[in-house]
């Protein structure tokens, strides 16, 4: 595997942590102000 490949692997992986992590915390967010009915 090419280093640029590698690097893009990682950097990639990295955004999508990111993102899953971000989208984690707005769905708290949202059940912590939202009360289930």
Known sequence: ???IQRLFN???LT???S???SM???VSFCVGTI???
């Open 10 to 12: 990682v950097t990639s």
């Open 15 to 17: 955004h999508l942590v």
């Open 1 to 3: 595997m090419p280093p």
């Open 19 to 21: 993102v899953y992590s």
């Open 35 to 37: 009360p289930p009915s």
């Open 24 to 26: 984690q915390n707005i």
